[in-house]
């Protein structure tokens, strides 16, 4: 029999809690690591800066032509930017010559900078860890170029949106499109001026390192023409990626390459253009404008079966407006002349090729108009000989343009009418009936309708 004494061992202490594991916290946007895409860096930044800096500048010079045609400083009516200051210098009397200039520069205008979105939110894309960048002003250098990047990233949001609104028709604005673009696009080309100067040596220092056309994903990767040519290119490649901000210090496994992200930018802006600029191109693509609110598909048939910007039913004008009662009025020195349709038609007609042309980028083809010259308006009022500008009433009860002034040059030009008839009919309500203005190169809204009174040396 077994006498031994229990065991007398203490019973062993419970184990200590083990400290808490320390859990990795994932990277902040501040981090360059957060932005991992092997694609970003300043090769991509500067080829789409450079089709940016090409592509913005040819706008801004188009808008400020757009702005020139509508005559500001000729009447109150005719400027929608009062109180511009300086910024509405003006710097030449609106041509007549050729008759599709403003169908040319405004068809550019609206369809280029279309087709220029997808390269701005890829630039946008390539850029965006500048925006979180710690700490946010380093010198004042960096103050410098971080100023031109608000108001060059703000101005061309506001810029875009407003401007891709207005030809759409949507007129979600607190206040006048005219305005409101004329004032953004200054603070934008402002900003657009000043980062371009900035960061015009990083891209000349890309461009002349060869990079642009490296197939690799980073400044060690890859090799563009001229790789092993010697110590001095390969310094120049280097100081070119020295600075690059925008590579990842880790980059994921690529999924496209920076020609492949090249290519889905140019295919996105040639799908912008192929549904877009048939509104103020003749030809085929007009059917392939499919984002135009005034594309391809035209309003109804025969000869008033073309583009119309307003209705009359949308500014207020009825057809009892216009029946036998209506006249027009010719005012000047020799008085006020009133003329039935009647009168107008059985006075000397003449015929003109000419489009219309709006600021929202859409034109049509010439259309044949006929009816009597300014001109001939003009000898009536008592300006025989060197006829002046003219102010211009129409019917129209509301919204914009309801008046307009033309110059001097519109009213001599021998195709500029009040056009009573097109394509060998009579005006629809729709296109201005019973008279409307039809002038060479200039803004649809100065073609004005249902004229009611022209005042010829009122301006």
């Avoid at 946010?136 to 949001?157: D, N, T």
């Avoid at 371009?196 to 400044?219: D, F, N």
């Avoid at 349709?341 to 007609?349: D, E, G, K, S, V």
Wanted: glycine letters at 10%; proline letters at 9%.
């Amino acid at each position: 029999m077994d006498h031994r004494p229990p065991s007398s061992k203490p019973p062993k202490p419970p184990k200590p809690p083990s400290p808490p594991s320390r859990r990795r916290l994932p990277p902040l946007p501040s981090d360059p690591g957060f932005w991992r895409s092997p694609v970003r860096g300043v090769r991509f930044t500067a080829a789409l800066g450079l089709v940016l800096l090409v592509g913005l500048t040819l706008l801004f010079v188009t808008g400020l032509l757009s702005y020139a045609a509508y005559n500001p400083d000729l009447a109150s009516v005719n400027d929608k930017t009062p109180d511009r200051g300086w910024l509405g210098f003006y710097l030449f009397d609106w041509p007549t010559h050729p008759y599709w200039l403003y169908r040319l520069t405004q068809g550019f205008h609206v369809t280029v900078g279309v087709a220029l979105i997808p390269v701005l939110l890829a630039k946008l894309w390539s850029v965006i860890p500048r925006f979180f960048a710690l700490p946010p002003v380093k010198s004042l250098a960096h103050a410098l170029e971080r100023l031109s990047l608000v108001l060059l990233v703000g101005g061309a949001l506001f810029e875009f949106v407003t401007g891709v609104l207005n030809i759409q028709l949507d007129y979600l604005f607190p206040g006048s499109f005219y305005r409101l673009h004329f004032y953004g696009a200054w603070v934008f080309f402002g900003g657009f001026v000043a980062h371009a100067a900035l960061k015009m040596p990083k891209v000349l220092r890309v461009i002349r390192s060869g990079e642009l056309r490296s197939r690799g994903s980073g400044p060690g990767q890859g090799a563009g023409p001229g790789a092993g040519a010697g110590a001095g290119a390969g310094s120049v490649r280097r100081a070119a990626f020295a600075d690059d901000d925008l590579a990842s210090p880790t980059p994921a496994a690529p999924t496209v390459s920076r020609r492949g992200a090249f290519a889905l930018v140019g295919t996105g802006s040639l799908f912008m253009l192929l549904t877009t600029a048939g509104r103020s191109i003749d030809g085929p693509l007009r059917r392939t404008a499919l984002l135009a609110p005034h594309g391809w598909e035209n309003p109804g048939d025969g000869p008033n079966g073309f583009q119309i910007n307003k209705t009359a039913a949308s500014v207020g004008v009825r057809a009892a407006d216009t029946t036998d009662t209506w006249r027009l009025t010719v005012s000047g020195p020799a008085g006020d002349v009133h003329l039935s349709r009647a009168q107008l038609l059985a006075m000397t007609q003449h015929t003109s090729e000419l489009p219309i042309a709006c600021v929202e980028g859409w034109s049509t083809s010439n259309q044949s108009w006929r009816g009597v010259r300014l001109r001939d308006l003009a000898a009536l009022a008592g300006f025989p000989d060197s006829p002046p500008g003219v102010f211009v009433d129409s019917l129209q009860r509301g919204g914009a343009f309801r008046s307009g002034a033309l110059r001097d040059n519109q009213v001599r030009d021998e195709r500029s009418l009040l056009a009573l008839k097109v394509n060998g009919a009579d005006l629809s309500l729709d296109h201005g009936f019973p008279a409307r203005v039809i002038v060479p190169a200039a803004p649809g809204v100065l073609n004005t309708k249902w004229v009611e009174k022209m005042t010829f040396g009122a301006v």
